[in-house]
């Protein structure tokens, strides 16, 4: 069974940083792409930025020049810092990974989500 467990979310003054951690386990073949979206109340789910196992990442333009998305592949784990963070950026963040557990079949998992909080 694979889990996607979340770490580094919290409260922080508008200009401030969080880095956000998400680290895959369980059973895993090999992890494609691994990703931090996001979700508002009474809002879609919104992606904020993806990364593939190799390659570049791709950001939201509301993120991009602010938030960095990275991989540690040897550790199935991804972070998302964040840096000069403002109001709109307070949220539920949902970690993202499509992967390949031990049936062989790529498929998405989700984390269980941190709260970002930003107050205006």
């Known amino acids: 069974q694979v889990q996607l467990v979340e770490s580094g979310g919290g409260l922080v003054q508008p200009g401030g940083s969080l880095k956000l951690s998400c680290a895959a386990s369980?059973?895993?073949?090999?992890?494609?792409?691994m990703g931090w979206y996001r979700q508002a109340p009474g809002k879609q789910r919104e992606l904020v930025a993806t990364?593939?196992?190799?390659?570049?990442?791709n950001y939201a333009d509301s993120v991009k020049g602010r938030f960095t998305i990275s991989r540690d592949n040897a550790k199935n784990t991804v972070y998302l810092q964040m840096n000069s963070l403002k109001p709109e950026d307070t949220t539920v963040y949902y970690c993202?990974?499509?992967?390949?557990?031990?049936?062989?079949?790529?498929?998405?998992?989700w984390g269980q989500g941190t709260e970002v909080t930003v107050p205006s």
């Open positions: 993202n990974a499509f992967l390949s557990g031990s049936d062989g079949v790529a498929r998405d998992y």
């Open positions: 369980g059973t895993i073949y090999s992890i494609y792409t």
């Open positions: 990364i593939p196992r190799f390659g570049s990442a």
